[in-house]
């Protein structure tokens, strides 16, 4: 699977919005980009995904460069209950059944 | 509402002693479920794969004997760690894609402490 790179952590005040960057300079053009996020203590649920053109959905935004080696998570208005690991992921459209790899994610910290 | 669920969320036991962990999807059939384990400020690492009707298929370095997998149905995978010790205490956490889609989705997860 093609490596993403992350900052290790970030910093955010309470309802100002938040950009979480991943790097992706090896990604193929079959590889979707996916967004997950693990909360304290819980196992890791979905974020957002995209392939090429920018997503929306009730719970971020996903903005792709036009070269697609790098995209940004965008969370509009951070509540302290975004506080979380958040992991970007390349899965392959053609393996889609498979086990996800996990990196180190961005631990995102909010204040209140 | 959770579509993968884990029982339990969390265990403690005495070292020598066997612990198992359900995972269960919920309104979807998985011929295959992924088993991950987490520890502290780590991130998940994936031990296993789980698939219905055959044999678990496991990473390096996962011991299968001490780690024991069943996939006993479209619905339900269970990890048994055997003969437990304080080394294995971690967050195990279980995933499952739809068949029909492949979304996929994880459990709550379940935290094993061993004494």
């Known amino acids: 699977d093609a490596k993403t790179t992350q900052p290790n952590s970030m910093e955010s005040n309470e309802e100002e919005p938040v950009h979480l960057p991943c790097n992706h300079s090896?990604?193929?053009?079959?590889?979707?980009i996916h967004w997950y996020r693990q909360l304290p203590s819980q196992g890791p649920e979905y974020v957002i995904h995209g392939l090429t053109s920018n997503v929306n959905n009730r719970m971020a935004s996903l903005a792709i460069a036009e070269d697609r080696k790098s995209s940004t998570l965008i969370l509009h208005r951070a509540t302290l209950r975004d506080a979380a690991v958040y992991y970007c992921?390349?899965?392959?459209?053609?393996?889609?059944?498979?086990?996800?790899?996990f990196g180190s994610g961005t631990r995102l910290q909010v204040q209140p | 509402g959770a579509v993968v669920s884990q029982h339990p969320s969390w265990v403690i036991c005495k070292s020598g002693t066997s612990v198992k962990i359900e995972c269960r999807s919920l309104d979807f059939q998985a011929t295959t479920m992924f088993w991950y384990r987490q520890f502290p400020k780590q991130s998940l690492m994936l031990m296993a794969t789980s698939n219905e009707g055959s044999k678990a298929t496991y990473e390096q370095g996962v011991e299968k004997d001490k780690f024991l997998i069943n996939h006993a149905s479209l619905t339900l995978s269970t990890l048994t760690v055997t003969s437990a010790h304080p080394e294995d205490s971690s967050f195990y956490i279980c995933?499952?894609?739809?068949?029909?889609?492949?979304?996929?989705?994880f459990g709550e997860g379940s935290r094993l402490t061993v004494l």
């Open positions: 992921i390349l899965r392959d459209v053609n393996t889609g059944r498979r086990a996800l790899t």
């Open positions: 995933s499952a894609p739809r068949t029909s889609t492949g979304e996929l989705f």
């Open positions: 090896t990604i193929s053009g079959t590889d979707y």
